[in-house]
């Protein structure tokens, strides 16, 4: 039996198109710069949490990035990018998973979410988030969310909002900010979401 928060987001991605919400997102450039400028090697692990359909992945193998993992709570998503990418999509690593059940089999040099971790609105979800990031996450730490300024909704869901301050004391001490920055995200229905990001590195 599915999950109530796995069924949501099935029925979305089966029902909508990628014009039809609002985190669609053509050019993830501030997310690709962060991950560029890691200063990683081609072959690093490297993953995108709630990373669904997002278009990052494409920008990543196009740059050349050869170990990548997609991770979305949604089959749905997961297949329409799979779909997307074709045969370049053979060397991905696809796991439909809740990030909350996730149990990496392996450490991950960069860990990327600009989609799930906002979704956190309780503190035990966000301390078991934090533990596997804690506990699998070497290098490189990109988080957005919602800043203070964004919506207090996504998808009909509550948020979690966070300035940089909060997102980056969040990970501390096992990561330190590099470069933050607020974002306004226009959606494919030109409404304005503005984001929260923080690029932290790993310091022990």
């Not at 029925?11 to 200063?39: A, G, L, M």
């Not at 090697?41 to 992945?57: C, E, Q, R, T």
């Not at 809740?98 to 503190?123: I, M, Y």
Request: hydrophobic residues 35%.
């Amino acid at each position: 039996m599915l999950s109530e928060k796995k069924e949501h987001w099935e029925h979305v991605y089966r029902t909508k198109n990628p014009q039809q919400v609002s985190w669609t997102q053509e050019n993830p450039k501030t997310s690709f710069n962060y991950i560029k400028n890691s200063d990683l090697a081609k072959n690093s692990a490297i993953i995108d949490v709630g990373g669904g359909d997002s278009f990052l992945v494409d920008y990543l193998l196009k740059e050349g990035y050869t170990n990548l993992t997609v991770l979305d709570i949604s089959e749905q998503a997961i297949e329409r990018a799979k779909k997307r990418q074709g045969t370049l999509g053979n060397t991905v690593n696809w796991i439909v998973s809740d990030v909350l059940n996730f149990k990496p089999s392996k450490p991950f040099d960069l860990w990327h979410d600009r989609a799930a971790f906002h979704f956190l609105t309780n503190a035990s979800e966000k301390n078991t988030y934090k533990d596997l990031v804690d506990q699998h996450v070497t290098r490189h730490l990109v988080i957005a969310t919602f800043s203070n300024d964004g919506p207090i909704k996504c998808s009909g869901l509550v948020i979690s909002q966070y300035n940089e301050k909060e997102l980056t004391s969040f990970f501390q001490p096992a990561f330190q900010l590099l470069n933050s920055k607020q974002e306004d995200h226009q959606t494919p229905f030109n409404t304005i979401q503005n984001f929260q990001f923080v690029h932290l590195k790993r310091t022990s």
